[in-house]
C-alpha cells in the first residue's frame, strides 16, 4: 500500500504544519530545532493508514502518496531461499 511521502523541497518546515496536525494516527512527526524552527515532518508508515488528510491541508502539495522505495521508514521483508 502506497504511503504518505513527504516532499523536503517542498516543505517549509512550519512549526505549525497543518498537515502533521490533521494526522488522525499521529504519524507525522516534526524535529524541534529551535523555539520555532522545525525539521522537515516525516510520516512513520508504519503508522500511516494512507487517508489522505495531510494532503489535503498541505499547502504547499509537498504530499503525495508512495510506494516503499521514495524515502520512507518502511520494514521491507526479505523473501526465504
Ligand atoms: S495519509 Fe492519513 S494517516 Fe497517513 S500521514 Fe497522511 S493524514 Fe496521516
Redesign the pocket.
Known sequence: MN??YIDPNKCDRSAMCPARR????K??TQEKLGFFKRGVPV?DSEK???????IKMCPHGAITMQGPSVGQKTKIKKKKK
Open positions: 504511503k504518505a490533521s494526522c488522525p494516527e504519524s507525522i510520516v500511516c493508514v494512507s487517508c489522505g488528510e495531510c
